[in-house]
């Protein structure tokens, strides 16, 4: 007996120390030879404005979701004596593993950088004047090239309309002057890399595509500058949406009838005959009908569940605005606010 035991723990001896030696060939290939760069775009860039310590790279590609694991990346890098970071735009290959990142680091030579603005704008023309300024495209190239229907859908699948969806508003940096495709792709892989898994997968749950989300986010910032009221509207129009129901939204009328700037929106506005027309055509417009800042986006994909299916601007002018489960509570809503639009002879 004592010698059937004496084997049983021979045998699981052997059996901890092969699963030892399993998981430490798993924990060598991840740091040597696994990919650890993961970002979505094939080709990403991270720019480095001043010396950094490994440390502080790391942890800053971590968090951009750009690698998977900073502590291997910070073991090899100290293998290979890397210190520190210099300045420069670094492009950065998905698939490569640490050994390839950290060579990277520290053989590349970065070219000339500039930075270049996406302004967050209602017009998509004063948004693409906005982008190519300090930088040697035209805006006309630009629109020949998203409006070409080829192009956008090689990009990203994109279609015409639904290309503006990627135009993320913030400072990029990139090698000076871009061509305009270079210009258009460097965008691109912004959005991708805003793209992240956790926004992706809150997409998801909502049952909308990223540029989906992008386009609802528009018509929310048309509706209020109010952050607070944000998740609301969204989630009245989400509502909207999962019960087959028309948006019915004001500003896709402005924008359908190219009346910007109006100050009330007028029953003809809804005769248009335009996708963007959401009182007469179901579901979302086909694009956004303005650019809007990132964290409307979050405030979207955040949104606050709730039963409301109506809203309509406060009577006050506060740019607030009376939420409603009921037709018929939405008609005295707006009726408050249509009697003081009249009362103060705004047409």
């Known amino acids: 007996m004592a010698e059937k035991n004496g084997t049983w723990k021979l045998s699981r001896n052997r059996i901890f120390y092969w699963l030892l030696l399993i998981l430490l060939v798993y924990i060598a290939y991840r740091t040597f030879v696994g990919a650890n760069v993961i970002a979505r775009p094939s080709v990403c860039y991270f720019y480095v404005k001043q010396t950094t310590s490994v440390k502080q790279m790391a942890d800053s590609l971590k968090e951009s979701g750009i690698v998977s694991s900073r502590l291997s990346f910070r073991l090899v890098a100290a293998l290979r004596g890397l210190n520190v970071i210099r300045p420069g735009m670094y ?20 070219p000339p950088t500039q930075a270049v603005r996406v302004p ?7 948004m693409l004047q906005g982008l190519c300024k300090g930088t ?6 630009l629109w020949r090239l998203l409006n070409n229907k080829k192009y956008v859908q090689e990009l990203g699948d994109f279609t015409t309309e639904s290309v503006f969806c990627m ?23 912004e959005y991708l890399v805003f793209w992240n898994q956790e926004r992706l997968g809150k997409a998801d749950d909502i049952g909308l595509r990223p540029e989906e989300v992008v ?12 952050p607070d009221e944000m998740p609301i509207i969204a989630g009245v ?13 004001d500003p896709t009328l402005v924008y359908a009838a190219k009346k910007y700037g109006t100050k009330r929106v007028l029953n003809e506005y809804k005769s248009v005959d335009s996708p963007y027309n959401t009182y007469r055509r179901k579901g979302l ?3 956004p009908i303005s650019i809007v800042p990132p964290w409307v986006i979050d405030l979207v994909l955040d949104y606050e569940g709730h039963d409301y299916l109506y809203f309509c601007a406060k ?31 705004i047409f």
Not at 136 to 141: A, I, M, Y
Not at 237 to 249: A, D, F, G, T, V
């Open 91 to 110: 492009e950065l290959r998905r698939g490569w593993n640490n050994f390839r990142l950290v060579h990277h680091f520290k053989e590349f030579s970065s």
């Open 120 to 126: 967050a704008m209602q017009r998509r023309n004063n």
């Open 136 to 141: 040697q495209v035209h805006p006309d190239d």
């Open 167 to 189: 135009f993320v508003p913030g400072t990029y940096y990139m090698y000076k002057n871009p061509d305009s495709k270079k210009l258009l792709k460097r965008i691109y892989s």
């Open 215 to 226: 386009i609802l986010a528009s018509i929310v910032y048309s509706e209020t500058k109010l």
């Open 237 to 249: 129009y989400i509502n909207r949406l999962q019960k087959n129901m028309r948006l019915e939204s």
């Open 285 to 287: 417009p086909p694009g």
């Open 315 to 345: 009577p006050d002018f506060s740019g607030e605005h009376l939420f409603a489960e009921t037709y018929e509570d939405h008609l005295e809503n707006a009726k408050a606010y249509r009697e003081e639009l009249n009362s103060k002879r």
